[in-house]
């Protein structure tokens, strides 16, 4: 991916862990991870994403490969805290309708990533 691409990813994470109006610590740092792990300076650039028409239309942007991808770290982000927020949820179900995914489909993928977070399940 190019530094745009890798850009438009860190803002979609970012755009989902602010999506409740709160960031906790281990959304921080899967925000911190992602930014690293894409070689971006920790100040990576553009203004966040703040609305779901621009997150589902930067995820369109990129390419089917990468969307795939691309929206399941956004099921991660949205997971790290251990819960999922409705405007999170909101956000991850506009996100999965752009790309074709159905909603059943994106929810199960939830439920799978949250039960296996959870200690001793």
Do not use: W, Y
């Amino acid at each position: 991916m190019d530094f745009e691409h890798r850009q438009k990813v860190c803002q979609l994470i970012e755009a989902v862990i602010a999506a409740d109006g709160i960031v906790v610590s281990e959304e921080r740092e899967f925000l911190e991870r992602a930014v690293q792990r894409f070689k971006l300076p920790e100040d990576h650039g553009a203004p966040s994403i703040r609305d779901v028409g621009s997150a589902t239309s930067t995820l369109r942007a990129l390419t089917p490969d990468v969307q795939t991808r691309v929206m399941a770290l956004l099921v991660e982000a949205a997971i790290v805290d251990g819960k999922i927020d409705p405007h999170e949820r909101v956000l991850l179900l506009s996100a999965a309708a752009a790309l074709g995914i159905e909603a059943t489909a994106l929810e199960e993928r939830i439920a799978r990533r949250l039960q296996s977070s959870v200690p001793g399940i």
